[in-house]
């Protein structure tokens, strides 16, 4: 049971990272992650022992992460939007103002997307890895993947385009 708690614990920054990037606030992401590691340490016997378990982890809290946003849908509730900024590096102002305005791009995108791109491109899972742990089909998710890069472009070509008519104003 030991190697099993530490192989978890060992995947905690992972955890988080996807939460955050998930989530809209700092706060529900940190419980997103305990009701995870909650759900995994109940149940140690449906996971393998020598499996790596972070595909386990993050289909388990990919899970909890819809039911939550679907509860929230139901009661008409907003979630307040809040950077995360522990996703990105510490970076001088330029890169700051431009990491910030990709988090908020991030947060702007739909879940869905929103999920199959951090699990691809942060998180370094393949398409198939992905796919599995989100529930869906290899096709669906590369179709969410570029739909999703195509709209953070946009939302980051707008925001480009205010910048530079913020700097001729003036």
Not at 18 to 26: F, G, K, P, T, V
Not at 45 to 51: A, D, I, K, L
Not at 92 to 115: C, G, H, K, N, W
Request: charged share 35%; with cysteine.
């Amino acid at each position: 049971m030991d190697e099993k708690r530490t192989a978890i614990l060992a995947e905690i920054p992972r955890l988080r990272r996807y939460a955050r990037a998930l989530m809209r606030d700092r706060d529900a992401a940190d419980d997103l992650v305990q009701d995870c590691l909650e759900r995994a340490l109940g149940r140690l016997e449906n996971w393998r022992t020598g499996e790596n378990p972070r595909r386990w982890l993050f289909t388990i809290m990919h899970h909890l992460f819809v039911d939550q946003t679907r509860k929230v849908k139901r009661r008409s509730e907003t979630m307040p939007i809040d950077a995360v900024q522990d996703v990105a590096l510490p970076a001088t102002q330029v890169d700051s103002l431009a990491s910030r305005e990709i988090l908020e791009a991030l947060q702007a995108i739909t879940p869905e997307r929103r999920a199959a791109l951090v699990m691809v491109a942060i998180e370094g899972f393949s398409y198939a890895e992905a796919a599995d742990v989100l529930g869906i089909p290899a096709g669906t998710l590369m179709s969410r993947i570029s739909r999703g890069r195509e709209e953070l472009r946009g939302l980051l070509d707008d925001a480009e385009r205010r910048r530079a008519i913020r700097v001729v104003g003036k």
